[in-house]
């Protein structure tokens, strides 16, 4: 039979089960975009630019069980959406990148758009493919959701020349897909020495990253099993309920929250799950694991990679945490907590809260106050996204994350510029929560058109803007070291005007009694499917934990010469 290859794009994605297409339409891929408008399952969705389209496609793959998939431009499309993409591929989140290609049928060179697309993705795909015949693009397509789906999740991309998508070709048959069989049973070996050391440790602990997002249920099993606390990754934060009573926050080592550095001073055997040890997970390599580290991992090139594993086990977290609660539970009867754990934490969590709201804002809003007055008007299974500064740290630390999936941000790609595309995305896959964005002023204005895709979309999401004028997670590494703040002072800006430019409600919040009130307005108008932009005058003048402990780190592992450098050169334009 005869099909065009936009035919066959589209046939193939409906097939996967692909909901949403996030794009840019151009003379490349108009034949696929028209295809779309025929779908009765797909809704093309167009974005204000493709790095939006990348970042959209993200969190619709960390919010739902859809894999986020673009439909851009050859080149000028690609690059611009390389940094979503980016993101993709060092959080390990599935995405499908579907872009045209140039002719193949004119012999001739120096077209538009005319680029080596594959070479500029390699680094940043788990696969790319170059379709060079209709009869490719099913299977291809299959392959690539594969690909893009299994061991550790990533971005794949797949190019389909502009003429095969225009004109008719020869397939001999349209196959429906036929989802993968599960992956096979994880090392039982490895799971019975991994029970043994933990159940023989006095004071044992887990460390669960993004891996472990959609094993939840099975951490908490043997947190209890074992009575041992559960720390998480910034990645990770919503990997575990933060009211589990053995829930102790983000981080372990002198840069995590107060009941986790405590928490997890003497831990002798530490079960790591779905952490890759990155440098922000570990709050530049701060931390200090026991020599009895059991490390789980759906890839295994994360074992031994920077901290040595006594037990390494490869698999999926869920199926690698059911065998292994079995296994210790065939060691003998459960250790729980007496309660002294339990207690520590509460007190700790409750010190460091108290430690927050004493401080002083000087009449702008203190970020703990905020937090608790988001988390009282939340649903448990709201959407919290964060971009990437000083505020995505103020919400690890202050605001509790009650579900998984519950906290996105781009973490180990760090890229700013993710949280308004991303919140915009959260709230099309999951229309029921409630989706609010934390994001810089700075991030904020990266890529805050996709407010605009939200209001054409009519969907109720909340874009909190923390307005300190700073890039503060560098203005505030400036300040000590160079006592002044090079290019990291921002030029004011009126969000009002932003709100008003994309058809956006507006709520400004510029005191800490404003709090209570101007969240409650934000969220009335998101329910009525109103996007809302808030500006929140917040206070920075407090440094959170991590920050503190990673300049502490970092400082420390210079060489006595540089130390000396950096600290007489501080003191000299001090006092200078
Ligand atoms: C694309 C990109 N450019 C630059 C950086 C470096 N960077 C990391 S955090 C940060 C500051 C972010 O400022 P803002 O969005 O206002 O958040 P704040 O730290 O003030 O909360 C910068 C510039 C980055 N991570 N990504
Ligand atoms: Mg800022």
Request: proline share 6%.
């Amino acid at each position: 039979m005869k099909k065009t290859g936009a035919w066959l794009v589209r046939y193939a994605l409906e097939q996967i089960g692909v909901r949403y297409t996030f794009g840019i339409p151009g003379v490349h891929n108009t034949e696929t975009y028209d295809e779309l408008n025929k779908s009765a399952s797909i809704q093309p969705v167009l974005v204000t630019h493709e790095a939006g389209a990348a970042f959209m496609a993200d969190a619709l793959s960390r919010t739902s069980d859809q894999v986020g998939t673009l439909l851009i431009v050859p080149a000028a499309g690609v690059t611009h959406a390389a940094s979503g993409i980016g993101e993709a591929f060092l959080d390990g989140i599935p995405m499908l990148v579907i872009a045209g290609g140039i002719r193949t049928d004119t012999g001739k060179t120096f077209q538009l758009h005319e680029m080596d697309q594959h070479a500029l993705l390699a680094p940043i795909t788990k696969w790319t493919y170059k379709i060079e015949t209709h009869e490719q693009i099913i299977p291809v397509i299959y392959e690539a959701y594969r690909v893009a789906t299994t061991g550790e999740p990533g971005p794949v991309f797949v190019e389909v020349p502009v003429n095969l998508q225009l004109f008719p070709g020869e397939v001999s048959a349209t196959p429906s897909y036929v989802a993968e069989p599960a992956q096979g049973k994880p090392d039982s070996a490895a799971i019975q020495e991994a029970a043994k050391m933990l159940y023989a440790a006095s004071s044992p602990g887990l460390f669960v990253g993004w891996g472990a997002v959609h094993a939840s249920a099975e951490t908490a099993a043997i947190a209890d099993f074992l009575g041992a606390p559960v720390a998480t990754t910034l990645q990770g934060l919503s990997a575990f309920p933060a009211n589990h009573p053995l829930h102790t926050g983000m981080g372990i080592g002198p840069a995590a929250v107060p009941a986790a550095e405590n928490a997890f001073r003497d831990c002798d055997s530490l079960l790591a799950v779905g952490n890759r040890f990155g440098e922000i997970g570990t709050a530049s390599y701060g931390i200090n694991p026991p020599a009895n580290l059991v490390h789980v991992d759906i890839n295994p090139r994360v074992f031994n990679a920077n901290y040595p594993a006594a037990v390494s086990i490869e698999g999926d977290a869920r199926a690698v945490m059911a065998e292994l609660l079995k296994a210790l539970g065939a060691l003998g009867p459960a250790k729980p907590d007496s309660g002294r754990l339990k207690a520590a934490i509460a007190r700790d969590k409750q010190a460091y809260a108290a430690e927050w709201l004493a401080h002083d804002s000087k009449g702008r809003v203190n970020p703990a106050r905020f937090f608790n007055e988001l988390r009282t008007q939340l649903a448990d299974d709201a959407i919290v996204v964060a971009d990437d500064g000083n505020h995505t740290f103020l919400v690890a630390e202050l605001m509790p994350i009650h579900t998984p999936r519950g906290f996105i941000s781009p973490t180990d790609f760090n890229c700013m510029g993710y949280a308004a595309p991303a919140v915009t995305a959260a709230k099309l896959a999951n229309p029921e929560k409630q989706v609010v964005g934390v994001i810089g002023d700075g991030a904020f204005l990266m890529t805050c058109m996709e407010t605009l895709t939200a209001a054409s979309l009519q969907l109720g999401a909340v874009y909190f803007i923390f307005n300190d004028g700073e890039l503060s997670q560098i203005s505030q590494a400036q300040e000590i070291p160079y006592n002044r703040k090079t290019c990291s002072v921002l030029q004011a800006v009126r969000f009002m005007g932003v709100a008003d430019a994309t058809g956006c409600e507006f709520v400004s919040i510029e005191s800490d009694d404003a709090c209570g009130p101007g969240i409650a307005r934000a969220l009335s108008l998101a329910a009525q499917n109103r996007p809302v932009i808030v500006d929140v005058k917040v206070d920075y003048s407090k440094r959170t934990r991590f920050t503190k402990g990673a300049v502490k780190t970092n400082l420390e592992r210079f060489t006595l010469g540089n130390k000396a450098r950096f600290i007489g050169r501080a003191l000299y334009r001090k006092l200078f």
